[in-house]
């Protein structure tokens, strides 16, 4: 386990989200229906930033090529991603975010 702090609770609303660079890992962070997420933040399909999609309902649809991906388990839901995004274990301490993720120094 390394927990990490990423951000303030309170930086982001429902159905926002914001990318987190830890080292040369590029991770999104969601809130969606109150809960925050972690995910890689490059699509699975092609180069694009699922930091610029658009979040709703417990799903990020990627800017490009509209591929939605389930926040909770990062499955791809639809085409043209066959792949699932990376998710990563998070918690909210004392009104920080929180993430588990090992990160190449
Ligand atoms: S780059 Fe994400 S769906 Fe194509």
């Known amino acids: 386990m390394a927990w990490t702090r990423i951000a303030a609770a309170n930086q ?25 997420h972690v995910t890689d933040n490059v699509c699975t399909h092609q180069y694009a930033l699922l930091s610029d999609g658009y979040v709703e309902d417990g799903c990020v649809e990627c800017p490009l090529h509209q591929a ?15 792949r699932a995004i990376r998710v990563y274990p998070v918690r909210v301490e004392d009104g920080d975010v929180l993430v588990d993720v090992l990160v190449d120094a």
């Open 68 to 82: 939605r991906f389930d926040l909770r388990t990062g499955e791809a839901l639809c085409a043209p991603a066959t």
């Open 12 to 36: 982001l609303q429902d159905d926002e989200v914001m990318p987190i660079a830890l080292g040369d890992t590029q991770l999104a962070l969601f809130r969606s229906a109150g809960e925050f």
